[in-house]
């Protein structure tokens, strides 16, 4: 009965950090993130520009907007971006959003790269080739900040609209900017995997699922399961059974 939607929860560590941020709505602060720091033990993110979003569907969404070349996307791959079996762009998610698993990252065609699923499994370096045009990432999933909207877009080629609004003109969602940064500057990268993998585990076992890499999934062939059937596999949300345990044993 279970919505087809992945909705992760904060650790109640990352619930104490929110609920303790204030910011000033009238003062304009310039832009900055320690984001690409943060990730530089797994990605390379030097020779890119930072933009930030209201999560990663507002990065795509402008993509979209803006893209005029015809979009090669994954039959299975995440259903809101259109494309089709051959393009002049590729649009592709890594974790892989049909079964939470890595995928490779070609190299013989301009890249847009969706890491929505990144830090809800447990990071690898990642090599990004210069093919690469653009990346979207955020914390929504891996840290449970859905309703904060954070988020970034870091792209190869300097965005001058982005780049006026945001650099110049100061317009970010402070807010979800302050929720960000203060968990980067709290909370390792590969936090929400060791807090939470266990209860994937033992919510997998329960169900008789196959756990997936990313945490919040639990896979199957069974075709009760149907429903959340993404290409060949049934990828199933498991994220309130997840917290329902993390919080049975916290409170305990």
């Known amino acids: 009965n279970q919505n087809r939607t992945v909705r992760s929860f904060p650790t109640i560590k990352v619930q104490r950090l929110i609920d303790n941020i204030s910011i000033d709505i009238i003062k304009s602060i310039p832009y900055n993130t320690k984001i690409k720091e943060w990730l530089s033990p797994y990605i390379d993110l030097s020779n890119f520009m930072v933009y930030p979003t209201n999560g990663i569907t507002e990065g795509i969404n402008w993509w979209l ?3 005029e070349r015809k979009i090669k996307k994954y039959p299975d791959d995440y259903m809101q971006v259109q494309g089709y079996d051959e393009g002049e762009v590729l649009y592709m998610t890594t974790p892989f959003n049909a ?20 830090l809800s499994s447990d990071p690898i370096k990642i090599n990004i080739p210069d ?29 001058p609209f982005l780049d006026l609004l ?9 807010y979800a900017h302050a929720v960000q940064e203060t968990i980067i500057a709290n909370c390792k990268p590969d936090e929400a995997v060791k807090t939470f993998q266990k209860y994937q585990i033992k919510v997998c076992n329960k169900f008789n699922l196959v756990p997936s890499d990313v945490i919040w999934l639990g896979l199957s062939d069974d075709p009760d399961y149907d429903k959340f059937k993404h290409g060949n596999t049934n990828r199933i949300s498991i994220a309130q059974e997840i917290i329902n345990e993390y919080n049975n044993e916290i409170l305990r």
């Open 166 to 174: 945001i650099n110049i003109g100061q317009y970010y969602n402070y």
């Open 131 to 159: 093919n690469v045009e653009k990346i979207f990432f955020s914390l929504n999933k891996c840290f449970g900040t859905r309703n904060t909207r954070t988020g970034w877009m870091f792209s190869r080629e300097e965005v």
């Open 65 to 67: 907007v803006n893209e």
């Open 99 to 118: 079964d939470g698993a890595y995928k490779n990252i070609p190299t013989d065609i301009p890249v847009v790269l969706d890491m929505a699923y990144f």
